[in-house]
């Protein structure tokens, strides 16, 4: 009776090994992206429409206005490299009035010719940064003190726009969903919606509109953002 007991423990003891086998290495991403699929919240709307305000006579005097906006949530263990892919779908897809500051354009500078930011450091300086003499932030604003005019001149027009829409993609919170642009075309609208673009979508962000302008604005107040640590 006892070897008949060893013999079902080592039997299932086998078989556990051999089902741990199969998850850890065999099926290892099978699971892996089953899993994903399974905890990840996909959320497809940054606002929602806000009551209506009518008058005692019915009239409307404070509505709501979809406007047609990109957004941009980062996707799982996205690299760098394939976030700047994705600045340059954009940056071909949709245009800007406004510009990367600066700032924004060395910060890009320095993605695109990471080898060429190395070389911005001495050696001297690199061998302070061993002896903990100089940490990770000293470096980092030594090498963008030393991106001159004449290396930014290197970023054409097309890498200054990816520039612009790279830096809106990283503002804020890491997981937070980014406004990349509002009230696009419908021809804008449709590019990036047919391009499928990893972690890009296409949502109707809606805002408050006053058909009064500002007459009745100051007394019925308006809606903003929530700041995140009110939320």
Known sequence: MKKIYLLFVWLF??????????????????????????????????????????????NVIVDNIGVKTIIYRKVNNV????????????????????????????????????????????DEEYTLYEERKLNSTDLYVLKMDRITNDLL?????????AAYVY????????????????????????????????????EMYFERYYPYDSTLKSILGSIGSIPKEDQ
């Open 79 to 122: 690299s760098t490299r394939e976030e700047l892919k994705i600045a340059y779908q954009l940056a071909e897809y949709l245009d800007f009035s406004k510009k990367a500051s600066e700032r924004e354009l060395k910060k890009f500078w320095m993605l695109k010719n990471p080898e060429e930011t190395k070389k911005l450091i001495t």
């Open 167 to 202: 830096a809106l993609m990283n503002e804020g919170y890491q997981y937070d969903a980014k406004i990349i642009k509002k009230d696009v075309t419908d021809i804008e609208y449709a590019k990036v919606l047919e391009s499928k673009i990893p972690g890009v979508t296409n």
């Open 153 to 161: 001149a290197s970023l054409d027009e097309k890498d200054r726009v």
């Open 13 to 58: 003891f086998m078989i556990t090994v051999f089902a741990l086998y199969e998850i850890s290495f065999k099926k290892k991403d099978y699971y892996q992206e089953l899993y994903q699929n399974k905890t990840n919240t996909y959320v497809y709307s940054l606002s929602t429409p806000r009551g209506r305000i009518l008058d005692v006579n019915g």
